[in-house]
């Protein structure tokens, strides 16, 4: 029963809590990490689901709060980065259309507030209402977020380009 459960939720969400968490680690091996945290928590838990979105939604934000988390512990703030560019180990961690596409490479170097509200809308297919619970902020600011975010890849789009 309970290896079921996890074959499950393993096949429902891994991918998408390794995404989401490599889109806020800019890390391959700590997105794993948190990832498997975030199911292991989820089958602990197992806390009582209004439908498949109520679930998706609590463990994306469960993937947030524990990268949060060790983006602001000690250990995080005191390690030595090795590399500056975010490393793409292939597999099937890849977002959309990754390889082909520098936009999810340009998304990434944006400001955490924009990234995380454009890569959920976008290549998670959330709504404008489903973001602000996940991330817990007020659907104008959102929206705002979004717009901004927006322009603010246009911008690295079009630098890329030039250079």
Known sequence: MIQERMEEYFQNYYSLCRRVAYSYLKNYADAEDIAQEALLRLLL?????DGKAHEKAWITRTAINLCKD???SKWHKTMVKQMEEPEFCGGDVSFPSMEADDTIWALMELPERYRNCLY????????????AEVLEKPENTVKTNLSRGRKALKEKLLERRTV
Do not use: C, G, N, V
């Open 45 to 49: 838990h197992q806390p009582q689901f």
């Open 70 to 72: 060790q983006l602001k």
């Open 120 to 131: 959920l809308f976008y290549y998670e297919d959330y709504s404008i209402r489903e973001i």
